[in-house]
């Protein structure tokens, strides 16, 4: 079974989502953004949330994880909680 790794910064709003997305394009560190924006409280670890396997978040989070490229940062990914970045650190 596949697993991965990944991080992830959880905020409100599309817009915000969007922005934050445009700072760490433009050289912010991730875990320094989530840090201080995350409304999730793996924000206080830079966003990271370990290793899961599919099925342990929600759908829309298990797709960008299981699907897209590694190493980049996804989203605006929208769920039940809001608006999410995620960055896949590792996938086997």
């Not at 079974?1 to 915000?16: D, F, G, P």
């Not at 995350?38 to 099925?55: D, I, M, V």
């Amino acid at each position: 079974m596949a697993k991965a790794k990944a991080r992830h910064i959880l905020v409100r709003s599309q817009a915000e989502c969007e922005e934050l997305k445009k700072q760490i394009e433009a050289g912010a560190d991730f875990a320094a953004v989530a840090k201080k924006h995350s409304q999730c409280p793996s924000g206080l670890e830079g966003g990271n949330l370990g290793e899961f396997a599919p099925g342990q978040m929600v759908r829309e989070f298990d797709e960008v994880v299981f699907t897209k490229e590694v190493g980049k940062v996804h989203g605006p990914v929208k769920t039940q909680f809001g608006y999410h970045l995620i960055e896949i650190t590792n996938r086997i």
